[in-house]
């Protein structure tokens, strides 16, 4: 069984520009979620998809913004880059129900905004 | 303000020897996880606890929940070079949205 991909792995950015980062799910997984990892802050949470809803979101800004399509596969946008969104971006797949819910997480996006 | 706070944040021990890392909070989680991450990887999940004073094995490794569900610990017995990595606990408090700790950093020199 296919792992969850994330491309791209590697990316440079400038200042101003914006991003789109994609996530394609584990088969039969509809949930999918999307976390920031820096060194000072840690895993934060953006947020969450199931079944083509956005489900929960954490405390970004809107300038961060994310969709799912009828296929579970999910894209993750940023909008007028800072250079505070440099980050290695993950997201994690999981069917979405239960109290138990495993996370399987992909390799990551490592964005560098200059 | 770090919901859940985790101790120590770096660890470098000598193989064969014991710790234990410590993930505490002020709020109770339905659930807590512990999950390992390697350099260049994303995190994989190790455990899941679910009922407070709940205790759990995985071969050398042993988790437990406190009896509030508000804090959890992971026990590493005669640690080997191969669990080097990153060590992160994460609480449930809605269904879909993990709140990590900061991580420990273990490094087992052989």
């Known amino acids: 069984k296919a792992g969850v991909t994330q491309t791209p792995r590697y990316l440079i950015k400038t200042r101003g520009q914006q991003v789109t980062l994609s996530c394609s799910p584990i088969s039969g997984h509809r949930s999918v979620s999307w976390y920031q990892q820096t060194p000072g802050q840690g895993l934060q949470f953006l947020f969450e998809?199931?079944?083509?809803?956005?489900?929960n979101k954490g405390n970004f800004p809107g300038r961060f913004s994310g969709r799912q399509f009828s296929n579970s596969r999910s894209e993750m946008n940023v909008s007028t880059l800072e250079l505070g969104d440099s980050a290695l971006y993950l997201c994690?797949?999981?069917?979405?129900?239960?109290?138990?819910?495993?996370?399987?997480f992909g390799s990551g996006t490592q964005l560098s905004v200059l | 303000t770090q919901l859940l706070e985790q101790s120590p944040q770096f660890l470098s021990i000598q193989e064969g020897e014991n710790l234990t890392v410590y993930c505490n909070s002020s709020s109770v989680f339905s659930s807590l996880q512990w999950y390992r991450q390697e350099p260049g990887e994303g995190p994989v999940l190790l455990v899941t606890v679910v009922t407070g004073g709940e205790v759990k094995k995985l071969k050398r490794l042993t988790f437990q929940f406190g009896d509030a569900r508000k804090d959890s610990s992971l026990h590493i017995t005669a640690a080997q070079p191969g669990d080097t990595g990153l060590y992160l606990c994460a609480g449930a408090r809605v269904r879909g949205k993990l709140i990590f700790g900061q991580g420990t950093e273990l490094s087992v020199k052989p």
């Open positions: 994690a797949s999981s069917l979405g129900q239960g109290r138990e819910e495993k996370l399987f």
């Open positions: 998809y199931f079944s083509e809803t956005q489900r």
